[in-house]
């Protein structure tokens, strides 16, 4: 609904100010005044029309059990987790150094920029682990980012102890460097446990890395993705990861895209990022490079030619009622992906030869979600929950067409098999057979609204012990530079025992 208020923080003192979402030119605007320092307006959507249909899709909230915070100064400064806080850890990122084996022109969060060195011990890490799995929901995932989490002397250690502790999906952040200069290490982490590759991948063309990185690299991504592909006894599961900047490399979204589709055997997805800027900007470099979900999906629309469209993207809490639905049936307490809906969206394609066709071509997914969130309200609470459920589920596939689907998928054979077992086997299956689409758009402190915050579900541990969403972590309070500081050493303390090696 627009025009709506909400509470935002001021880009220069960080003060909680209000903030007011309104359309304009068929654009969704946040705009906000600091009493000190001014107005400050910027684009939070770049499409009114798909920001709506996004907003359709808003779930209930779903808290942790075990808070560890009170509520005492306002949203996002509470963190811990918080009383408040309406999601819970759905993906949980551990940097376990901030040093790097590149020394790209825009970061500014690594060791050299910094001045000290951030880098958790392998007891840190694993208590950090053991303090996720107290949660209640318990999370998913576990993802190792840095810094490069890859030169961590304990890295392969921490992925063998957070797979032996049961998370679904142990991953890694990484810029590809070590995995193209060492031919075993891609099968080293799949022996360790790791799930999934997210690789950081500017685009195809080697002008963007050397604006970007300082380097050319895209022989290295190549070489990377090639190591993951040749691990046994099955291709390491990569996610191409771009950070895409307007003027800088959203011509390369199609090319990304056409990429994986040429590496599908071992590209399972492609997490597009939009830029999220880092301290102050100046207005006009900000309106030039600003890039929203909206115009990724316009821009990956064009790019294909109308293959996959705007319609096609849906908010990632889309899928509540299907854990709300499985919950029913098997009692058992589950995280759901409660997230603001304007945080992300996603969709899938399913890429068979020459032809590639998205999962809305051959899914009514309105009418089956829909279906869904009906179905999962009739059966709360219910004695018979699971035999209840599983009768009315299975009319869901009427929302397949079989007839337009990928030859030789038998999507209703998978549902039906999800439906009875509802095990993390036949979701793989699915996503084995998918190219996942997705873009999550992380804040900054010009398109900055607490009720997103609020609703974040990818949380960063610390060694002190707090989970704080992604969006407070890196932006808004900066607990990252607050953390880093507590736990770090002086990088001429470092170079004093380690050398030159790795910074």
Known sequence: MLPKKTISLCPVCKNR????????????????????????????????????????????????????????????FDCGL???????????????????????????ANANASGYVYEPSYKEVVAMLRLLWENEPKPYAVQFSGGEPTIHPDFLKMVKTAREMGFAQVQVATNGIKLAEDENFAQQMLDAGLHT??????????????????????????????????????????????????????????????FAVENIDVIRGINFQPVSFAGRINEEDRKKQRFTIPDLASALEKETDGLIKKSDWYPVPCVVPLFEMASAMDGVYRAEFTIHPHCGMATYVFVRGDEIIPIT????????????????????????????????????LKYIDEKNAPEGMKIKEIIREFLGKRDKGTLAEFHWRSLYLGSMHFQDLYNYDIQRVMRCGIHYVTPDGRIIPFCAYNTGPTYREEVEKRFSIPIEEWRKKHGESGL
């Open 197 to 258: 590759v997210y690789l950081q991948f500017d685009g195809i063309d080697e002008r963007v890395y050397k604006i970007a990185r300082g380097k050319n690299l895209f022989d290295v991504k190549k070489k990377a993705v090639e190591a993951c592909r040749n691990t046994k006894p099955k291709p390491l599961s990569t996610v191409l990861v771009p950070t895409v900047v307007n003027g800088v490399n959203d011509d390369q979204i199609g090319k990304i895209f056409w």
């Open 17 to 76: 100010i209000e903030a007011d979402v309104f359309e304009r030119d068929k654009k969704v605007i946040i705009k906000k005044e600091c009493p000190e320092h001014g107005i400050f307006e910027d684009v939070y959507w770049s499409d009114s029309e798909m920001f709506l249909k996004a907003e359709k899709w808003e779930s209930r909230e779903q808290k942790v059990k075990n808070p560890k915070y009170p509520v005492v100064d306002g949203c996002p």
């Open 82 to 108: 918080c009383d408040v806080h309406k999601t819970p850890t759905l993906l949980a990122n551990i940097d376990i150094t901030n040093r790097c084996n590149l020394r790209c022109p825009i970061c500014f």
């Open 361 to 396: 071509r051959f899914v009514d997914v309105d009418g089956f979600l829909e279906d869904a969130k009906k179905i999962a309200e009739s059966i709360k609470d219910s004695k018979i929950a699971k035999v209840k459920g599983t009768a009315k589920a299975l009319k869901l």
